[in-house]
């Protein structure tokens, strides 16, 4: 159990309406990533941090935005959400940092209608 | 953006059977790691191994890693059904970003 705790687990939303997933850690690394896993793709990095409100953009980032003002807190944000962006979405930490193994929350499903 | 392809796609054995699955990157690689995941279930760790290493074992794991070609294999040894998962590739080919994943091979150990 890496403590890595992602809410809501599923969510149904509708096209155009803000949504934003939370992960939580117990553990206080610095390392946080956000994934999406859709068939055919296997899993795309979103967005990434390096520390408190230490962020970059990753392969597929375009229609998110992210937060990390506590350490223990990476927030993604769907500002106007489409049917492209129903997905399972991951959130993992590394302990040991970039390149290093990660630990993978158990995903947030999203279904944008 | 570089990521490594896992061959085959699809894997289906019977257990006791052994299970080989390859993964393909394009760029320079500091170290490759294999994850497994389970339907409806997070990623987990299985395996690293770095570029200067060229076989690594874990319990029934055995992985090779082949820096010339480009290639990496996963062989589970005496399949177990509980071993039915889909296992992904992973590297880290641009230093200071995060892991690039490949897109899975799904594997079906049936009893």
């Known amino acids: 159990d890496a403590g890595i705790t992602q809410s809501p687990r599923h969510k149904v939303t509708e096209t155009g309406t803000p949504v934003t997933l939370r992960c939580h850690q117990t553990e206080n690394h610095r390392y946080m990533y956000w994934y999406r896993q859709d068939p055919g793709h296997g899993l795309r990095l979103i967005h990434y941090s390096y520390g408190v409100k230490d962020t970059d953009k990753g392969e597929v980032s375009d229609g998110y935005s992210v937060s990390r003002s506590k350490t223990e807190d990476f927030l993604l944000t769907l500002e106007s959400a489409t049917s492209s962006q129903t997905s399972v979405y991951f959130c993992a930490i590394s302990p040991w940092g970039p390149g290093n193994t990660i630990y993978f929350g158990e995903g947030s499903w999203l279904t944008v209608v | 953006s570089q990521q490594g392809e896992e061959d085959p796609q699809a894997l289906s054995i019977q257990e006791g059977e052994n299970a080989t699955m390859n993964c393909s990157y394009k760029?320079?690689?500091?170290?490759l790691q294999w994850y497994r995941q389970n339907s409806g279930r997070g990623l987990v760790h299985l395996i690293l191994i770095r570029s200067n290493e060229r076989e690594k074992h874990s319990g029934r794991l055995r992985v090779t890693l082949d820096t010339s070609k480009k290639s990496s294999s996963l062989l589970i040894t005496a399949s177990r059904a509980a071993d039915t998962a889909s296992y992904f590739c992973a590297t880290d080919a641009q230093a200071g970003t995060a892991l690039i994943f490949g897109k899975g091979t799904t594997l079906s150990v049936s009893s």
């Open positions: 760029t320079s690689i500091n170290n």
